[in-house]
């Protein structure tokens, strides 16, 4: 199975700050289709998880552009600037190019 | 709008079947897409568990393969997930989720459902 290496495991921060989390994958996550499906979910306290990046870089509807993800290959990261506090919680990237589909353990953004 | 809600019992014993239902509103789970189950662990670790899709065909993590079934009631619009002989390991938040077929990604997800299992 693909693993999928997150760091930091937390982060801590100040509101204003920029933050940044990475994704380190064992194995490139290039499908044959060229394609790398790469994604950044949210979990907040209490809630279930929310999706914020798919396909690398491309934000989803309605996150704010302070959210950018980047990388190739197996080296990804999810940038933001200047947190907010509804930035806080769970961080996770996710694949979906090599089956089975795997989860990052997760990096929590928290206060300092 | 699109919505799911995960439902079954908070408590189940070792070496019995879990079995959770996701009933789905605002789109038919037979025109397109992936129907998922994610459960995540104490202590933060999200495990993909398998889907269905809009023709009935089922995908399973390897990892549960000879446990795990995900079928489906079209006529309810809600799809099931049975996990067989449990231990205390699938102790877990179980969610059900749609994923998309384009610019594919997990864009819907249920409340989620807290399973304990214990004696």
């Known amino acids: 199975d693909v693993v999928l290496t997150q760091t930091p495991v937390a982060q801590p921060v100040t509101l204003g700050d920029q933050a940044s989390i990475s994704c380190r994958s064992s194995?490139?996550?290039?499908?044959?289709?060229?394609?790398?499906?790469l994604e950044w979910y949210l979990q907040k306290p209490g809630q279930s998880p929310q999706l914020l990046i798919y396909k690398v870089s491309n934000r989803f509807s309605g996150v704010p552009d302070r959210f950018i993800g980047s990388g190739s290959g197996s080296d990804f990261t999810l940038k933001i600037s200047r947190v907010e506090p509804e930035d806080l919680g769970v961080y996770y990237c996710?694949?979906?190019?090599?089956?089975?589909?795997?989860f990052g353990g997760g990096t929590k953004l928290e206060l300092k | 709008e699109v919505q799911l809600q995960e439902s079954g019992p908070g408590l189940v014993k070792p070496s019995q079947s879990l079995s959770l239902t996701c009933s789905v509103t605002g789109y038919s789970i037979t025109s397109s897409y992936r129907w998922n189950w994610i459960r995540k662990f104490p202590g933060n670790k999200l495990e993909w568990m398998g889907y269905i899709n809009s023709a009935g065909s089922t995908n399973y993590n390897p990892s549960l393969k000879s446990r795990i079934s995900i079928t489906r009631d079209t006529s309810k619009n809600q799809f099931f997930l049975q996990v067989n002989s449990v231990t205390t390991e699938d102790t877990a938040t179980y969610y059900c989720a749609r994923r998309t077929g384009s610019g594919p990604r997990f864009d819907y997800w249920g409340q989620g459902v807290m399973v304990t299992v214990s004696s």
């Open positions: 996710f694949q979906a190019t090599h089956d089975p589909w795997t």
């Open positions: 194995q490139s996550l290039v499908h044959s289709n060229g394609n790398t499906y």
